[in-house]
């Protein structure tokens, strides 16, 4: 019987296909890659050391150095979009709402890598302190499409457009959708310069203005109170404590763990955390 927060059976038939093969020409047999993914899956769940993992998924530099590597080769990324197509299949496209928010992470203070920077790693000095930023997207129905990562102090409003740049969905005819037919959100995505870039792409939006923007606008509460979609995301996210706290040095490390986070999420069936 499987330990708690571990693969089911059906998750697992759905993962397995898209897994690189395991390598067995030369050397002693690779762990299995169940196995692995449960070590993997117990570290993003418990945000506990790498170390303090339980023997019973085997030793835990062979789980940390695959994660590395199948990190470095895109392993995670290339996954996503196979999830995308088979819940395509079966889960209705709504494409009438979409939200961006961020969210912050608070690492532990961390000595930065060599040949490296606070901004590249992410890392930055907010009102909450040293913190990392998560900006998410994602569409009407609550499913995830792309995040960013930025320094703690940097402005919503800079990744807005990158954010619609990015992570597009595959509907059941065959052909990818990058444009939603609106965008939903709070008042950190507010400027003339972000409404008139939606504008031009024929988007639809719903974000709330500050008190002192001189343009007004007719605002439709019923569009805006599905901003929620994006809270129960992040709120479904957060029981995964490698992702509520940040404990990675790296950013990509970091990024590596939402996205795995982001594949239980995307499957229809329960994790139990």
Sequence with gaps: MGNRGDLTNEQWERIEPLLPKANTTRG????????????????????????????????????????QRWRKSAVWEKMLPSYRLCWMWKAMWTGK????????????????????????????RSRGGFSTKIHFRCEGTGRLITFLLTPGQESDIRQAEKLMETGSILRSSGHRRLRPNRVVADKGYTS????????????RCTITRRKNEHCRGS????????????????NRLKQFRRIATRYEKRAANFSAMI???????????????
């Excluded at 303090?52 to 940390?64: F, V």
């Excluded at 992470?105 to 890392?123: F, H």
């Design 28 to 67: 002693q047999p690779a762990q299995d890659h169940r196995q692995l993914l449960n070590g993997i899956l117990w570290v993003l769940r418990t945000g506990a050391p790498w170390r303090d993992m339980p023997e019973r998924y085997g030793k835990w530099t062979t789980i940390y150095n695959r994660f």
């Design 97 to 124: 709402s979409i939200s961006l928010t961020p969210r912050r992470c608070v690492p532990t203070n961390m000595p930065l890598v060599q040949k490296s920077s606070a901004e590249q790693e992410a890392l930055g």
């Design 192 to 203: 003339q310069a972000f409404r008139k870039y939606l504008h031009q792409r024929h988007i």
């Design 219 to 234: 605002f439709e509460k019923s569009h805006y109170r599905k901003r929620n979609i994006i809270e129960r995301l992040i």
């Design 259 to 273: 996205t795995i986070a982001s594949l239980l999420l995307f499957s229809d069936f329960a994790y139990r955390l």
